[in-house]
């Protein structure tokens, strides 16, 4: 796995969540040297990542939100050598796994959407060990801080971020980073937004 993605977080801690084609380039342009690619195909994603790597930035295939592609071991072997990610994103477990063991970065994304699906994303974390966890949505700031005491891995806070002020929040709580689809947060100052020492 890379780690440059990991400590790039630590001086610009917002991703670029790219949900279109033509968001790529605003993406690259940015301040963000991370990105998300949320919506690809088989047909585009080889280019997209080598759009995103050859300017510098790490990035990451949302496995479940990819078309045409198989979500078995050869559907990750193809994308691992014909576009080579730096890694893959999903909310399964066989598919964290089957990537791990071909070289690629693993992102467990995880919804809050009850206290028994925090306890399921939790036990599925310790079991398969992701390199990083994604929990959604990333505005509940004491749930993010209650996650991050709970695995060993740094947590990403996603979804529904829209302004400077919930990006604050969710690295103050514990985020080492925060995935958004607002590219006006993508050029957020990382001074501004980075994380407090939790007491």
Same mark, same amino acid.
């Given at each position: 796995?890379?780690?440059? &993605? ?5 001086? %610009?801690? @917002?991703?670029?969540?790219?949900? $279109? ?20 195909? =088989?047909?585009? @994603?080889?280019?997209? =990542? ?5 300017? +510098? *930035? ?5 496995? +479940?939100?990819? $078309? +045409? ?8 072997? &193809?994308? /691992? $050598? ?16 089957? /990537? %791990? +063991? ?6 467990? %994304? ?24 994604? @929990? ?32 604050? *929040? /969710? ?24 994380? $407090? =020492?939790?007491?």
């Amino acid at each position: 796995m890379e780690d440059s &993605w990991l400590s790039g977080l630590a001086e %610009r801690p @917002v991703i670029a969540a790219v949900r $279109e084609e033509r968001s790529l380039r605003a993406a690259v342009d940015s301040a963000a040297v991370v990105v998300f690619l949320l919506s690809t195909t =088989v047909l585009n @994603v080889k280019q997209l =990542v080598q759009e995103a790597r050859q300017n +510098g *930035r790490s990035v990451f295939v949302h496995l +479940g939100l990819m $078309e +045409g592609l198989t979500k078995d071991h050869f559907g990750l072997r &193809w994308l /691992a $050598e014909t576009a080579g990610p730096t890694g893959i994103i999903s909310t399964r477990s066989a598919a964290l796994t089957a /990537a %791990r +063991g071909l070289g690629l970065a693993t992102v467990q %994304r995880f919804f809050l959407l009850d206290s028994q699906s925090i306890h399921t994303g939790l036990d599925m974390a310790h079991n398969v060990k992701p390199d990083v966890i994604e @929990v959604l949505p990333g505005l509940l700031p004491e749930v993010v801080r209650d996650v991050t005491r709970q695995v060993s891995q740094p947590v990403i806070a996603g979804g529904m971020i829209t302004s400077e002020d919930q990006c604050r *929040r /969710a690295l103050q709580a514990g985020a080492r980073g925060v995935s958004t689809s607002n590219p006006k947060l993508w050029q957020f100052n990382p001074k501004q937004c980075r994380k $407090e =020492v939790n007491s």
